[in-house]
């Protein structure tokens, strides 16, 4: 079984700064993905980024970026460039090839002005 | 694309009475769906694995009887909380499960339902 930890309950952050967000994970298998989600308070559940395990380079979107360190089971999610929009709830989130996922406890994010 | 709707968004029951929730995959077929639950501030557990033609599979802990989950065709998956009590209100989210290249597949999530049992 896979575990994932979050271990920062809330963070907080000033527009414009940059922010991470910590995530450790603990697995057997070989094959798996990581993702990290935000959940803004209309609750729908939205993709901010995913990395295949396989891969080493570390993935990026736009203001979004992971540091994904698999010896040390770690991946966690840097943001630039706050903006109060990315005001939400972050779950880290393991997914297997088959599609399952185990979520974090979540990290409440505040973007402050 | 790749858009995942349930219904409704919010319902009101009284206890003792059930209450089925549907998630629809409108854009794609689905062969498996997820079903989830979330207390406020929580993390989401995953309840079941809904597979289309067959049982689902539920998670140590979650009550079969209790969460009827029936995954009838490729796109329509719906969760029956039947003979609801106060202790099952919560937030449900249902996911649908989208195969991608390689071995990969992703997941697409509804927006949830809001249950509340007085």
């Known amino acids: 079984a896979q575990t994932v930890t979050q271990s920062q309950p809330e963070m907080s952050v000033q527009e414009a700064e940059t922010v991470t967000l910590s995530c450790t994970y603990d697995?057997?298998?070989?094959?798996?993905?990581l993702f990290w989600y935000k959940q803004p308070p209309s609750r729908q559940m939205i993709l901010v980024i995913r990395?295949?395990?396989?891969?080493?380079q570390n993935a990026t979107e736009n203001r979004f970026s992971v540091n994904f360190q698999k010896a040390a089971k770690s991946f966690s999610l840097k943001i630039s460039d706050s903006q109060l929009g990315d005001t939400a709830m972050y779950f880290c989130a393991f997914g297997t090839s088959y599609g399952k996922l185990t979520f974090g406890q979540g990290t409440i994010l505040t973007v402050h002005p | 694309g790749a858009v995942v709707s349930q219904h409704p968004s919010w319902v009101i029951c009284k206890s003792g009475t059930s209450v089925k929730i549907e998630c629809r995959s409108l854009?794609?077929?689905?062969?498996?769906m997820f079903w989830y639950r979330q207390f406020p501030k929580q993390s989401l557990m995953l309840m079941a694995t809904s597979n289309e033609g067959s049982k689902a599979t539920y998670e140590q802990g979650v009550e079969k009887d209790k969460f009827l989950i029936n995954h009838a065709s490729l796109t329509l998956s719906t969760l029956t909380v039947t003979s609801a009590h106060p202790e099952d209100s919560s937030f449900y989210i249902c996911?649908?499960?989208?195969?991608?290249?390689?071995?990969?597949?992703?997941?697409?999530f509804g927006p949830g339902t809001r249950l509340t049992v007085l």
């Open positions: 996911s649908a499960s989208l195969p991608l290249a390689g071995d990969r597949n992703e997941q697409f």
């Open positions: 854009d794609f077929q689905a062969t498996t």
């Open positions: 697995t057997s298998e070989n094959n798996y993905y």
């Open positions: 990395q295949e395990a396989y891969k080493q």
